[in-house]
């Protein structure tokens, strides 16, 4: 029989943060989709749509990702209040809305909002 464990990273590092309005989050789905056409779904959790630039995988990479830390390369995210399954983008494109509100993104929600975006503040 097969044993399954969940292990959760431990830590991220995130290297570049943008927050965009969620319109321009909206409209840069749309481009190089057809009118009427399906874009790739957005990831939503805790008040956040987001995206992330994940890094190319080295030795050194996969070492850190075993003792549970991952780096993302870029992060951008927009407000987005109430969660909604599909939003209609430009050009009558459908945008999929994934609810990622377990574990880490969850977690990525409230550290946006109560240490990120309060640090960006003070300086």
Excluded at 47 to 61: A, R, Y
Excluded at 74 to 103: C, H, N, W
């Amino acid at each position: 029989m097969v044993e399954f464990e969940y292990q959760p990273y431990s830590k991220v590092i995130i290297h570049e943060i943008v927050k965009i309005p969620l319109e321009t989050f909206i409209s840069s789905r749309c481009i190089g989709r057809p009118d009427g056409g399906v874009a790739l779904p957005m990831r939503w959790a805790n008040g956040f749509t987001f995206d992330i630039g994940f890094m190319h995988p080295t030795d050194d990479l996969v070492n850190e990702q075993l003792k549970g830390i991952t780096r993302w390369a870029a992060l951008s995210y927009a407000d987005m209040a109430e969660f909604t399954e599909i939003i209609q983008g430009d050009r009558a494109i459908k945008i999929p809305v994934i609810k990622a509100e377990a574990g880490v993104f969850n977690e990525l929600g409230d550290w946006l909002r109560n240490e990120y975006e309060p640090s960006l503040k003070k300086r």
